[in-house]
């Protein structure tokens, strides 16, 4: 934990890619429930 004191920039990358792969999930999985509702307006 101390290394993270340290170094906050590498926490909030860590972060920031952490939030990016669920967006990522998100998107798709939103896509997919659209789909299934015959929402899908694309």
């Known amino acids: 934990?101390?290394?993270f004191?340290?170094?906050p920039e590498?926490?909030?990358n860590i972060i920031a890619e952490?939030?990016?792969a669920a967006r990522q999930v998100a998107r798709k999985t939103m896509e997919e429930v659209r789909q299934a509702?015959?929402?899908d307006f694309r």
């Open 10 to 12: 590498q926490v909030r």
């Open 1 to 3: 934990a101390r290394e």
């Open 18 to 20: 952490g939030n990016e």
């Open 5 to 7: 004191e340290e170094q």
């Open 37 to 39: 509702m015959s929402m």
